[in-house]
């Protein structure tokens, strides 16, 4: 078996990191720079970086806070937010990151997907995507819808097909993160998780509801995922990356130990 990654995320609001309930009664958590380099301290295998309201501005993403968290860290580190053209993926490359996150421009423009493999690698394209629990219909048959703008709008896209769209244009990883499950501390969705899981052939990484380190084992062994994506549990100090990290050793999942 694959060693397992655990990916702190940072959901950055008006320069701090923020965290709600399915991005609703955001509550400010700290400096996103002093909890990247404490993260990074600690073991984590990557990092993320999410400017939640660049889409929903219209604006460009806060370069200066990219770089300023790329300097404190030697580690993987994906950023988005707001991210709609090569222009804008190569400031966040030249800006420090090894990897480009696109969730709601991506479902405008899917070529950015298959712009940004060919410019740059599929390696550093990552598809984020924020399905919501529909129900099933000819229209969305895994019962999964793609929203986007922080899950402000539906698509009428089923989640299993743009997975499979972005595999097919270059994406080389992506990030599920379950609207009904996001920032509810009850676990990740598992059949959500599993189901794009067994869809694509690249990384899926679990996003989206982690309460406990029992909850991280479960998406690993239960849905298959590649990595786990982890946010309130770390930022008020529930639990630490080494707590977690011994949990999942002593279930017999690979992890990395710190470096």
């Avoid at 301290?41 to 200066?64: H, K, M, Q, W």
């Avoid at 899926?204 to 994506?229: L, M, R, T, W």
Wanted: hydrophobic share 40%; proline share 5%; glycine share 10%.
């Amino acid at each position: 078996m694959l060693t397992k990654r655990i990916i702190p995320c940072l959901d950055i609001r008006n320069k701090k990191v923020t965290k709600g309930v399915r991005f609703q009664g955001n509550i400010d958590l700290g400096d996103p720079v002093e909890l990247a380099y404490r993260y990074y301290n600690e073991g984590c295998d990557e990092l993320v970086f999410y400017d939640i309201t660049a889409s929903a501005e219209g604006r460009p993403i806060d370069i200066e806070m990219v770089k300023e968290v790329a300097r404190s860290i030697r580690i993987p580190f994906a950023v988005g937010g707001g991210i709609s053209n090569i222009k804008e993926m190569s400031d966040v490359l030249l800006a420090g990151a090894e990897k480009i996150s696109v969730n709601s421009h991506a479902v405008k423009n899917p070529k950015i997907i298959n712009e940004g493999a060919k410019a740059f690698g599929s390696q550093c394209i990552v598809l984020g995507m924020d399905p919501l629990w529909v129900g099933h219909s000819p229209a969305i048959p895994s019962g999964y819808e793609i929203t986007t703008h922080g899950f402000r709008k539906k698509t009428g896209i089923d989640a299993v097909k743009w997975a499979k769209m972005a595999q097919d244009m270059g994406a080389g990883e992506i990030v599920v993160n379950s609207v009904d499950a996001d920032g509810t501390r009850q676990g990740y969705e598992i059949q959500l998780t599993r189901l794009i899981a067994e869809s694509v052939d690249i990384p899926v990484v679990a996003s989206g509801g982690a309460g406990n380190p029992q909850h991280i084992a479960e998406v690993f062994i239960k849905a298959n995922a590649d990595a786990a994506i982890i946010a309130g549990i770390i930022h008020t100090g529930a639990y630490t990356i080494p707590q977690i990290k011994q949990y999942l050793t002593e279930k017999n999942i690979p992890v990395r130990k710190k470096w």
